[in-house]
């Protein structure tokens, strides 16, 4: 920056929004950490960007109980909007990690006076209550007998739920009852779940969050429904009762819950989050801005398994490929896995285990690497068959993984006056060289341009880690190129 630059001495550090705008878009915000002038008093402005915010708030020790990855990102969010100026806070956003389950209910059942009958002893008047369930019509999921002319459902806490009768109860208003089934679709089959609700709650000494009761579903024991049937078509789902079609069901997803925290975790947010969720789960921690329902502007922060966001405009040798460097790296590499659990046999009043195994192979990947076998073993649960398979698969896609970068020095068609979309950082691009015998998707990771040089643009293509050793260096930053590729893929920017 010269020094006749009006900003040349405007720029207070950590303080002003900077700001990169691209054909009249906002593609880059950020604050100034640090500069160097020289001799001729020029600057040069070293920025990072909007997620660095996160280091400018802090946690207390915690303790987090039953939650969803939705639910501990809104208290991050929460606790960190709390200690911060308001044009820093976030939003919490979109959360993409685990396979859904799908979870019928139906809204608008009543508590109604079944009967009545008098007491034997004083003969006052007794009052018989009950919420009839919508399946069978006739059973009373929920009953009870009150000398007073109401149903102590009727004080429930709004959304505090209940199990009864294989049914998951709950006051959505003054007389309006939601009712859930034990019934969980999930990879297009129909399991009768096992659901327990539990409090879901977080305490901190700095932002307590509590989100009341939470039914937890689980389908790692569970056999497929006899009952009840969910099929997927365009999209919606259609709730099947002993195989006839039940439109009344509406449907919601519900998330896994799991536990942060032991009471004495504590740091900055952008650390607790690296290590309570990337470094444990993998994913990306996604920055998107975005209007609210309300048409307000929003920072949103979004946790994604997969970012499936695609680049229209292909890289190509002949078209706008300068030069590739592809470097691949095979590490912690296995290609089948086999759990082992046990299943517990009873005979008369005598009962023990026995071990059992499933094995999932990846047979592309044998082609590769040959047979890697990993053992797991799963302790403290009773094991199904179906289970250990299930167990085994997800071990196998977690850690079925290989380094493959590309480094890419590229022409962006727009900067060539072509009227195509640019190559944006965070999406899937097209990388195809017949030469180099390159043929895939890849994610844009990394993005070097110099603004006054758009020739000297160059662009990082893949980002898939080996082991959780590789993700672990990656957050705490102890290898250089995972570093890089870590302030890249989050949202900072020098320079």
Known sequence: MPLGNVAHSALQKLRTTVEVEQDGVSIWQGRPMSHEQDFLMRQKIYCEGELAYLNDSGIAPYAAKNVSFSQFLEWICDNHN???????????????????MIVPYIDGIKVVQVGYSYDSNDGDYIYHWGIVDPVDGKTNIFYEETEINKASCLSWEIDE??????????????????????????????YAAKVE???????????NKNFGTYSIYNVEQASESKTFKITEQNGKYILAI????????????????????????????????????????????????????????????????????????????????????????????????????????????????????ETANDLAAQKLFGIITKVIFIEGIESTPQSLLDAAEEELAKNLRYLN????????????????????????????????GVDTWLLCSKLVEPLDSPDK???????????????????????????????????YMSG
Request: hydrophobic share 35%.
């Open 161 to 190: 739920e209940h199990i009864a009768e294989g049914r998951i109860i709950s006051r959505i208003g003054s007389n309006n009852f939601r009712v859930r089934l034990f019934a969980a679709y999930v990879k297009g089959k129909t």
């Open 405 to 436: 970068g590309m480094t890419v020095k590229a022409v962006d068609l727009k900067d060539a006056d072509i009227d195509v979309s640019r190559i944006a950082i965070g999406k899937q691009t097209h990388i195809f060289s017949a030469p180099h």
């Open 82 to 100: 709390g200690m911060v100026d308001a044009y820093k806070a976030f939003t919490p956003g979109n959360v993409q990690m685990d396979i859904p």
């Open 457 to 491: 643009k160059e662009f990082t293509f893949g980002t898939e880690f080996s082991s959780i050793s590789d993700l672990q260096a990656l957050s705490a930053r102890k290898a250089s190129d995972a570093y890089d590729l870590s302030r890249s893929l989050k949202g």
């Open 197 to 207: 609700v539990k409090k879901a709650e977080i305490v901190c000494g700095t932002c």
């Open 242 to 357: 002993n195989g006839k079609t039940d439109s009344r069901f509406l449907f919601d997803v519900k998330e896994p819950t799991y536990s942060f925290g032991d009471g004495k975790n504590y740091g900055v947010t952008w650390d607790i989050l690296q290590s309570e969720l990337v470094e444990k789960y993998g994913g990306y921690l996604v920055l998107r801005h975005a209007e609210d329902p309300d048409g307000k502007p929003r920072r949103y922060l979004d946790y994604l398994q997969a970012i499936t966001d695609k680049n229209s405009q292909t890289v190509a040798f002949g078209t706008n490929l300068l030069d590739l460097t592809n470097n691949v790296k095979a590490e912690d590499i296995y290609t089948r896995v086999i759990a082992v659990g046990a299943k517990k046999i009873t005979w008369l009043v005598f009962s023990w285990g026995e071990t059992i195994t």
